[in-house]
C-alpha cells in the first residue's frame, strides 16, 4: 500500500540526526517508495536552508545529495491557502500542501511538533506514521 505524506523539516532534521529512529524510518519508507512524498519548491527550499545550519554539521554535498533524491519520490502538489493562522508562519506550507493533496488522496502531515498544526487526525507523528503503516501491511 502507498502513503502519501508531508514531512515536516523537523522530522528530516530528526532523521538525519539518529539512524534508526523513527523519522529515520519515515525517511526509509520515503525514500524505498511505501510513503509517495508530498513536495512543492517552497518545501524543498525550507528543506536545504535548515539542513545547511552549521548547527546541525550536515556537509553541502549530503545535503545536497538528499535534496536531489527526494523529488524523485515525490509528488508535487500548490498548497491550497487555508486561512489557518500558526505558530510559525514558515509551517503553514506544510498544511496547505496536505490540504490540496487530500482532494484527491489520503494524505498525513508528518511532524515532531503537533502543537505547530491543527489537531486533526491526519497531523501525526512519525511514531504514529509508522503504525498507520504497519496496521495497513496484509
Given at each position: 500500500?502507498?502513503?502519501?505524506?508531508?514531512?515536516?523539516?523537523?522530522?528530516?532534521?530528526?532523521?538525519?540526526?539518529?539512524?534508526?529512529?523513527?523519522?529515520?524510518?519515515?525517511?526509509?519508507?520515503?525514500l524505498d517508495?511505501?510513503?509517495?512524498?508530498?513536495?512543492?519548491?517552497?518545501?524543498?527550499?525550507?528543506?536545504?536552508?535548515?539542513?545547511?545550519?552549521?548547527?546541525?554539521?550536515?556537509?553541502?554535498?549530503?545535503?545536497?545529495?538528499?535534496?536531489?533524491?527526494?523529488?524523485?519520490?515525490?509528488l508535487f502538489?500548490?498548497?491550497?491557502?487555508?486561512?489557518?493562522?500558526?505558530?510559525?508562519?514558515?509551517?503553514?506550507?506544510?498544511?496547505?500542501?496536505?490540504?490540496q493533496?487530500?482532494?484527491?488522496?489520503?494524505?498525513?502531515?508528518?511532524?515532531?511538533?503537533?502543537?505547530?498544526?491543527?489537531?486533526?487526525?491526519?497531523?501525526?507523528?512519525?511514531?504514529?506514521?509508522?503504525?498507520?503503516?504497519?496496521?495497513?501491511?496484509?
Open positions: 500500500m502507498k502513503y502519501y505524506a508531508v514531512i515536516d523539516t523537523n522530522v528530516l532534521v530528526s532523521a538525519l540526526l539518529k539512524e534508526d529512529s523513527a523519522p529515520w524510518q519515515i525517511l526509509r519508507e520515503a517508495g511505501c510513503i509517495i512524498l508530498l513536495l512543492n519548491q517552497d518545501i524543498l527550499t525550507e528543506y536545504s536552508e535548515v539542513l545547511l545550519r552549521a548547527k546541525f554539521g550536515f556537509s553541502k554535498s549530503s545535503v545536497a545529495e538528499i535534496i536531489s533524491e527526494l523529488p524523485k519520490r515525490a502538489i500548490d498548497a491550497k491557502d487555508t486561512k489557518e493562522l500558526f505558530p510559525d508562519p514558515d509551517d503553514a506550507v506544510f498544511y496547505e500542501v496536505v490540504m493533496a487530500k482532494e484527491t488522496h489520503d494524505a498525513y502531515l508528518v511532524t515532531g511538533n503537533l502543537k505547530h498544526f491543527p489537531a486533526k487526525p491526519f497531523v501525526v507523528t512519525p511514531r504514529e506514521m509508522l503504525e498507520i503503516i504497519q496496521n495497513n501491511i496484509p
